[in-house]
């Protein structure tokens, strides 16, 4: 006796130190990578995604239209832009120049431009100089091809009136105005700043707005650059605006968007798991009166909770605000394995014991985390980022609180209970009588039917809207100064573009060439405001060199004539030469797309070119941007089409990709969620039989119907996210009927004991799960809204799947 008292307590407390050793494995683990950041570790990873494009998926069939996506991301991620506006020019110069002092002085930017610094402009017209036979704007080449360029007029007109603009080259290197032309096509400025005392400025009507560029020092999706970014932003507005009252200042940048989110997510956090946390412990402390049971329920689901935030971090590197909040209502549904072996421990009285008790809850725990594991695994098949880390973090949740509820539990409970509360569970027990008799039988079948007529009307009413801007909700506020300062510079927000593939940059180059031409037609019923290409700062090879043949065999195709004609038009003799010199150079060599990158003037364009890239068959080549301006949504088809017309090229719109990836998902979760009720009602009839199996599975499938019906009557359009959140009724709300039926067929079962535990266990999950309805993120308030209409009614008519005999026994 003695010896088997001595093995029971080595493995009593070996069950205990492994439990405490695996608890403090993810404590250290979380703790260290969310410590890692602040603690200022260069390497680290910052634990918390914060940035919203990843929580959707990869829409691009081609991966070079991916990695141009990234690149864009990049490319702005790292930029703030601040619009100073008044109705008095010189307030609005002086405002920008102050509040750029300020943000400066905050030393929360790598750096902040509101005065453009000293640039000589000649250096850009110097750069392309030894190229200038090789290019030239349409209009002179149309000129050249139908023989009306004559060189004495061109030279009179650019003696005569030549060009104001900066961007001009020399008179005696560009006597016929050729290079001029084309440089002064350069979208060096678009949309509608212009530079005025040295700074970017915009006039609108009265308003005159000048721009303030700032650069982050870190990733925008950063908690420190975030906080360092907003507490500056603040401080320099609210100086600028006291030193001149009529002056607006609006903002955008991707690091606002990413700062109000994280925090937005972060009160989600806060509150639904307070509030969960709070209500689950006052329900369980008004039936179980004891402090010890609610302790260890909440250690079984923290052990779970923190097991799942170590092994999501671990596999996907970071943790998306998504699934931190859902994370957050998860600990309903954790703690329902604990609830019913605590309601048996209550009910056993002074007969209790440990392995007997959990061998007697085991299979309806089994089974219910099957069903929960299946709904969980399908929701992990969605294409998106942040479904598959929410599907992760909730089976390894789930599963671990499973484990510690027949593992550690039953070794932390041996002594029986001090006092059973027999008055709860006997009015329970009449309550379910009560009620089970409506449902009993026949009247079960009459109650499914009445329960699909009267949702029929509401599915006839069900839409469905597919649109991701009703999903990622963004601050009103900041789109509303976005908007402001996109439509007082004249800019587009760059979500639509070409990408443009080849094998060589030369190929790139022509093809980009090839879809310009094609741009500066009418599409869709009228012209684009323009658009934007590396090929503009530097003409294909080929293009170069037709346009030096153009002049030779034209202008130019007699060297003693043209010397002629600049010596007659008063040109030194050694200018002419020098002219003439550059011209007939044998081997010049074209201006080159390598040369073009290396000037520093080339920074604000260079993502329009991808350089090396490798496409969906990992051949390698290279890849160029195309940036149509001012594209309005009805020419999106026939920018479409254009796309498709033309070799290499593809068009891409990331809302619309997603919009229609949704179309086409939740399409087929429909087929998803029959497959799942067939698994799961397979699964249910192998343990219970034919009958009983679809007598268990009826209460949920009810739901499913119900949850569809309203939504339908409330006028609320579905989504693709309210069908897989039915993926997870029908695999949490299946548990209800699963342990009030396992729980009837326990020998000396308590019933009213049975029914505390799963309207308990429902009552846990519902406060949860309901609670997501009150997110700051759509997502989670369509995934909150659908579960707590389907958790209801499947604990509602959970009595369906109870045996007859045992209701009446």
């Not at 507490?231 to 030193?243: H, L, N, S, V």
């Not at 959140?725 to 396992?742: D, K, P």
């Given at each position: 006796m003695q010896v088997v008292q001595g093995t029971s307590t080595r493995r009593r407390w070996g069950v205990l130190a492994a439990w405490l050793a695996l608890a403090c494995v993810a404590l250290v683990y979380c703790a260290w990578r969310f410590a890692g950041p602040v603690l200022g570790d260069p390497t680290s990873t910052p634990p918390l995604q914060t940035n919203l494009l990843a929580l959707l998926p990869k829409t691009e069939a081609d991966p070079v239209a991916e990695q141009a996506l990234d690149a864009l991301a990049a490319t702005m991620g790292d930029r703030t832009v601040y619009l100073v506006t008044s109705d008095d020019a010189a307030h609005a110069k002086a405002a920008a120049r102050r509040l750029g002092r300020s943000l400066s002085q905050s030393g929360a930017f790598r750096n902040v431009v509101a005065q453009l610094p000293p640039f000589d402009v000649t250096q850009v017209a110097r750069f392309y100089l030894p190229y200038r036979f090789g290019l030239l704007r349409d209009s002179d080449r149309a000129a050249l091809a139908a023989g009306s360029a004559s060189l004495p007029d061109l030279v009179a007109e650019r003696l005569?009136?030549?060009?104001?603009?900066?961007?001009?080259?020399?008179?005696?290197?560009?006597?016929?105005?050729?290079?001029?032309?084309?440089?002064?096509?350069?979208?060096?400025?678009?949309?509608?700043?212009?530079?005025?005392?040295?700074?970017?400025?915009?006039?609108?009507?009265?308003?005159?707005?000048?721009?303030?560029?700032?650069?982050?020092?870190?990733?925008?999706?950063?908690?420190?650059?975030?906080?360092?970014?907003?507490?500056?932003?603040?401080?320099?507005?609210?100086?600028?605006?006291?030193?001149?009252?009529?002056?607006?200042?609006?903002?955008?940048?991707?690091?606002?968007?990413?700062d109000v989110a994280r925090r937005a997510s972060e009160g989600d956090v806060h509150r639904i798991g307070i509030w969960s946390a709070g209500g689950i412990a006052l329900l369980m402390l008004w039936i179980f009166r004891s402090p010890k049971l609610i302790g260890l329920g909440f250690l079984s689901t923290a052990i779970g909770i923190g097991c799942a935030l170590a092994a999501t971090m671990a596999l996907f590197g970071q943790l998306h605000l998504l699934t931190l909040v859902f994370g957050a209502s998860l600990i309903g549904e954790a703690v329902d394995y604990s609830i019913q072996y605590f309601v048996l421990y209550l009910s056993a009285g002074g007969r209790w014991d440990a392995r007997r008790g959990l061998r007697e809850v085991r299979p309806a725990l089994i089974v219910a985390l099957a069903t929960s594991l299946l709904g969980y695994a399908i929701l992990a098949w969605a294409p998106f980022p942040a479904l598959k880390q929410i599907a992760c973090f909730a089976m390894v949740g789930i599963t671990v609180a499973f484990l510690s509820v027949i593992s550690l539990l039953p070794a932390l409970l041996e002594r029986a209970p001090r006092r059973t509360p027999t008055y709860l569970f006997d009015g329970a027990a009449r309550l379910l009588r009560a009620w089970q008799s409506l449902l009993d039988g026949r009247r079960a079948w009459l109650l499914a039917v009445l329960v699909i007529a009267a949702a029929l009307p509401g599915w006839l009413r069900v839409k469905s809207d597919d649109d991701i801007h009703l999903l990622i909700q963004r601050d009103p506020s900041l789109v509303a100064q976005e908007r402001a300062v996109r439509e007082a510079i004249g800019v587009d927000d760059g979500a639509s573009f070409f990408v443009v593939k080849g094998a060589t940059p030369e190929a790139v180059l022509e093809r980009c060439e090839a879809l310009g031409e094609r741009l500066n037609a009418p599409l869709g019923g009228r012209r684009l405001a323009g658009w934007q290409s590396v090929s503009q700062f530097v003409p294909s090879a080929r293009k170069q060199a037709a346009d030096r043949a153009l002049l030779a065999s034209t202008a130019l195709r007699s060297p003693d004539s043209l010397r002629a004609t600049l010596v007659a038009a008063g040109f030194r003799s050694e200018a002419a030469a020098r002219y003439v010199g550059a011209w007939t150079q044998r081997n010049a060599k074209p201006l080159s797309l390598d040369a073009w990158l290396a000037t520093p003037w080339s920074q604000p364009y260079r993502h329009l070119w991808l350089g090396a890239v490798r496409d969906e068959s990992a051949v390698p080549g290279y890849a160029a941007i195309v940036m149509p301006l001012g594209a309005s949504s009805a020419q999106l088809p026939a920018l479409v089409a254009l796309a498709h017309a033309l070799p290499g090229v593809v068009f891409v719109d990331k809302a619309a990709s997603v919009s229609r990836l949704f179309g086409a998902y939740r399409v087929d979760s429909a087929l998803w969620l029959a497959g799942a009720a067939v698994l799961v009602s397979a699964l249910l009839i192998a343990r219970y039989g034919?009958?009983?199996?679809?007598?268990?599975?009826?209460?949920?499938?009810?739901?499913?119907?119900?949850?569809?019906?309203?939504?339908?009557?409330?006028?609320?359009?579905?989504?693709?996210?309210?069908?897989?959140?039915?993926?997870?009724?029908?695999?949490?709300?299946?548990?209800?009927?699963?342990?009030?039926?396992?729980?009837?067929?326990?020998?000396?079962?308590?019933?009213?004991?049975?029914?505390?535990?799963?309207?308990?266990?429902?009552?846990?999950?519902?406060?949860?799960?309901?609670?997501?309805?009150?997110?700051?993120?759509?997502?989670?308030?369509?995934?909150?809204?659908?579960?707590?209409?389907?958790?209801?009614?499947?604990?509602?008519?959970?009595?369906?799947?109870?045996?007859?005999?045992?209701?009446?026994?």
């Open positions: 005569f009136d030549p060009l104001r603009a900066g961007l001009a080259a020399p008179l005696a290197d560009d006597p016929f105005g050729w290079l001029s032309r084309w440089l002064g096509a350069l979208p060096l400025m678009t949309g509608n700043l212009g530079v005025e005392d040295g700074m970017l400025v915009a006039h609108r009507g009265a308003s005159t707005s000048v721009l303030v560029a700032a650069t982050l020092p870190g990733s925008a999706y950063a908690t420190s650059v975030q906080h360092a970014v907003r507490e500056a932003t603040a401080g320099a507005e609210r100086m600028t605006a006291g030193a001149f009252p009529d002056v607006r200042i609006a903002h955008t940048g991707a690091v606002f968007y990413a034919a009958r009983g199996g679809v007598r268990v599975v009826m209460p949920v499938l009810l739901a499913v119907a119900v949850a569809l019906a309203a939504f339908g009557y409330a006028g609320v359009p579905l989504t693709l996210f309210n069908w897989l959140a039915l993926m997870l009724v029908l695999g949490v709300g299946v548990n209800y009927a699963v342990f009030l039926r396992e729980g009837c067929t326990r020998p000396d079962a308590d019933l009213g004991a049975v029914w505390t535990g799963v309207a308990l266990s429902a009552a846990t999950t519902l406060l949860s799960f309901g609670l997501l309805a009150m997110s700051a993120m759509p997502v989670l308030k369509n995934f909150g809204a659908t579960l707590a209409v389907g958790i209801a009614v499947s604990a509602l008519l959970a009595p369906i799947g109870m045996p007859k005999e045992e209701v009446r026994g």
